[in-house]
């Protein structure tokens, strides 16, 4: 409980729907506890909070808790970067009920104004963001694509990361909707990272509840990502291709002209 007292157990028992467009809530329950229940204390699922198994980190709550690591690690990771390079984090709350705390962010200016905005979290692993292959540089969610601009050094990142043979995805992710359309609709330049999490929201592949999963191939891969992409930023790194297709090479110009004269 919030009052630093031991928790004890409790079993829900009858879901019943009940709307409730405020907390985003679609059902409610009867929650029957060892001892008396209280205003103020506050459930979780009897899981395991953290169990490394191999590649796999079993948690009770990895959306987003291996978000906020893989924040504090780059943080950790660039601490004594020589480096240019210009990185803040901010930790929100209330993203389920409606990204209340990454809304009010943005209305309050926690950020400098012309931060590029990386929400980073742990979302639904989908065939074309499976867990093992890498972070997924994240294009977009279920209702927004996010910035180009942002992302142009998250994609410099994964380029120099292939290179040293660290895998990173790309995808629109449209199981959910992120902090980052928040930002990007409120007028910030935004974009994001995701870990593909199996057991998304605890549900698992038998219909019962079983324990959010990452992996820690992909934890990794995000870490040295979100360090590439902030050295990238430092230095207005561009990607490998798009010198090129800046330059028109003149026979082509000339050969698509407007005014060019008909044979």
Request: overall charge negative; proline content about 5%; glycine content about 10%.
């Amino acid at each position: 409980e919030d009052t630093g007292g031991a928790s004890f157990a409790a079993v829900l028992s009858d879901p019943v729907t009940d709307i409730e467009p405020l907390d985003n809530s679609t059902t409610v329950c009867r929650i029957r506890g060892d001892r008396p229940l209280a205003v103020g204390q506050f459930a979780m699922l009897d899981l395991p909070a953290a169990d490394i198994s191999g590649d796999e980190i079993r948690m009770r709550a990895a959306d987003d808790l291996a978000g906020c690591a893989l924040i504090v690690l780059v943080l950790l990771g660039l601490r004594d970067e020589r480096a240019p390079h210009d990185v803040h984090a901010i930790f929100t709350r209330a993203e389920e009920t409606g990204l209340y705390g990454a809304r009010l962010a943005a209305e309050d200016g926690l950020l400098p104004r012309d931060a590029y905005v990386v929400s980073v979290e742990a979302s639904r692993a989908l065939p074309e963001a499976e867990a093992g292959r890498g972070v997924v540089v994240r294009a977009g969610d279920f209702h927004n694509t996010f910035s180009n601009e942002a992302e142009r050094y998250l994609r410099v990142a994964r380029e120099r990361l292939a290179e040293r043979g660290i895998p990173a995805q790309r995808a629109l992710l449209v199981g959910g909707t992120c902090e980052a359309s928040s930002f990007v609709r409120l007028g910030w330049t935004a974009t994001g990272l995701a870990l593909p999490n199996v057991n998304y929201h605890n549900a698992g592949s038998d219909g019962g509840f079983a324990p959010e999963i990452v992996r820690l191939t992909d934890l990794l891969s995000g870490i040295a990502l979100g360090i590439e992409a902030s050295l990238a930023a430092g230095e207005d790194a561009e990607e490998s291709w798009w010198p090129d297709v800046r330059a028109t090479p003149d026979v082509i110009r000339e050969r698509l002209r407007r005014d060019r004269p008909k044979r």
